[in-house]
């Protein structure tokens, strides 16, 4: 069946300390593989997606993501967390572009001054 | 651009009744992605519309359909409603030629 496991419920990092928030994810075809960020009242903003080509992908707000095959694993990064990178960030996989996404559970990033 | 729009922003009903939630896409984008969000949970994909027609669906019961206009705008209407059905309601637009589905701030049903 096709999942998507963030084992992170929740997590607290000092701003400026460096930052990996763990997913990985079951998928029987090549797998699209996305990061999205959802603040307070707000909708899903997409951080940056893997499709294909080069496994260290480079998103918007300095944050980055390496696919690895073998560890079925799409790990997003930030080496300087903001304050204002609080926010719930999901990973998400799909077929492809357009179509259904399948989601993880969310990861919650608090930040402390 | 307005980008994706959805309305209502927040809805109040009891069970047993129904709702239509609308959204529109961002301009120059012809398909129309629905997302139930419970609290503390990830989006769940509830269906797609693309050229007026259902192309997918998720594992939702038949209460939950869906219609799709000639200006690709979107409504999702959920009869019989429970308190189950109480979430954020996303709508994501996008396109054959752009790899992004860009979503809309969602609508909050709490249903009593």
């Known amino acids: 069946a096709q999942s998507v496991t963030q084992p992170d419920i929740h997590i607290t990092v000092s701003e400026g300390a460096s930052l990996e928030l763990r997913c990985n994810y079951s998928y029987g075809a090549t797998p699209y593989l996305f990061w999205y960020v959802q603040s307070p009242g707000q909708g899903l903003q997409l951080l940056l997606k893997y499709f294909s080509g080069d496994t260290l992908v480079q998103g918007i707000k300095g944050f980055e993501a390496e696919f690895k095959r073998s560890q079925s694993s799409f790990n997003l990064r930030k080496p300087s967390v903001h304050w204002s990178d609080a926010a719930e960030y999901f990973c998400a996989v799909g077929a492809g572009n357009n179509r259904k996404l399948i989601w993880g559970l969310g990861t919650s990033l608090a930040v402390n001054p | 651009d307005a980008g994706v729009t959805q309305s209502p922003t927040h809805l109040i009903k009891t069970r047993g009744q129904q709702v239509t939630l609308r959204c529109s896409p961002k301009?120059?984008?012809?398909?129309v992605s629905w997302y139930q969000q419970a609290l503390g949970q990830g989006p769940q994909f509830i269906f797609q519309y693309y050229e007026e027609e259902e192309r997918q669906r998720g594992n939702f019961p038949d209460r939950f359909s869906g219609h799709q206009f000639p200006n690709y705008s979107s409504e999702l209407n959920v009869n019989a409603l429970l308190l189950g059905d109480s979430a954020l309601y996303l709508c994501?637009?996008?396109?054959?030629?752009?790899?992004?589905?860009?979503f809309g701030p969602g609508t909050r049903l709490t249903v009593l």
């Open positions: 301009s120059g984008h012809d398909t």
């Open positions: 994501a637009s996008s396109s054959l030629v752009v790899d992004e589905q860009f």
